[in-house]
């Protein structure tokens, strides 16, 4: 895989979040990335910290 590539899934993967209401994964903007965004599927507020490596 070229790098370019792998850095791009590496950057997609870094903003995925996953909502510990509905449980359903979403990819955020990097501008977001710190901030605590809405879940687009169910509207709960998703905390920046990885939920989904507890
Ligand atoms: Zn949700």
Redesign the pocket.
């Known amino acids: 895989m070229n790098p370019f590539l792998a850095a791009i899934m590496g950057t997609l993967l870094h903003l995925k979040r996953k909502?510990p209401?509905?449980?359903?994964e979403q990819v955020v903007k990097a501008s977001e990335k710190q901030k605590t965004v809405v879940?687009k599927?169910?509207?709960?507020k998703?905390p920046p910290k990885r939920i989904d490596q507890e």
């Open positions: 909502c209401k509905c449980k359903r879940c599927f169910c509207g709960a998703i």
